[in-house]
């Protein structure tokens, strides 16, 4: 049984012309796609433990450029 739910934008994305990314869980997964290409454009699929680390990285500042 899939447990999709809709794809939702960060509530911080304000009117940002569009460049955006939205997520969704889809059957226990985690996925990843641009708002800009809604439909047709790739998705990212994520294990939960994947997206864990990912967002861990983020809080420790791991992928910031400077």
């Known amino acids: 049984m899939s447990t999709d739910t809709p794809w939702f934008k960060s509530t911080r994305s304000g009117s940002n012309g569009g460049q955006c990314v939205e997520v969704r869980r889809h059957d226990g997964a985690i996925q990843v796609r641009d708002s800009k290409a809604e439909g047709t454009g790739p998705v990212?699929?994520?294990?939960?433990?994947?997206?864990?680390?990912?967002?861990?990285?983020?809080?420790?500042?791991?992928?910031?450029?400077?």
């Open 44 to 66: 990212l699929t994520f294990s939960r433990d994947e997206w864990e680390a990912f967002i861990e990285g983020a809080r420790r500042g791991e992928f910031d450029l400077s």
